[in-house]
């Protein structure tokens, strides 16, 4: 091990296995500290009906609580497509009765068959 801010550059005799052990411990330690972001989903249809709906909302409200965040899209199936913006509505009603527990964090947007909304866990 070579220290080259001093002068004249300070030189340690180290077992390298040893050493690269500790730096094998220290990467983990410093992992284990790492935050892990957990995503969940929540599924709807364009016409989900108002049972269902708030039964999945007090789905969504508790992954907020946990710290998870929130992946709530409208799957359109066949020619429901044409209901693109019941869909729209759908989420931002979401949205709008989640802001309590959680900030939107991606705007709904049309991907292919689904139109996606994500939302983190306020601090």
């Not at 913006?85 to 949205?95: E, S």
Request: aromatic fraction near 10%.
């Amino acid at each position: 091990m070579i220290t080259e801010s001093a002068n004249p550059p300070v030189c340690r005799v180290v077992d390298y296995k040893k050493f690269l052990y500790e730096q094998k411990k220290k990467q983990k330690e410093l992992k284990s500290k790492q935050t892990k972001v957990v995503v969940k989903e929540i599924r709807f249809g364009p016409q989900t009906d108002e049972h269902d709906f708030e039964f999945k909302k007090k789905h969504a409200q508790k992954f907020l609580e946990e710290g998870s965040k929130l992946k709530a899209y409208v799957f359109f199936k066949g020619r429901s497509i044409v209901f693109k913006d019941q869909g729209q509505i759908l989420l931002l009603r979401l949205a709008q009765e989640l802001e309590e527990w959680g900030k939107v964090e991606q705007m709904p947007k049309l991907e292919g068959k689904r139109m996606i909304m994500m939302m983190s866990p306020k601090k």
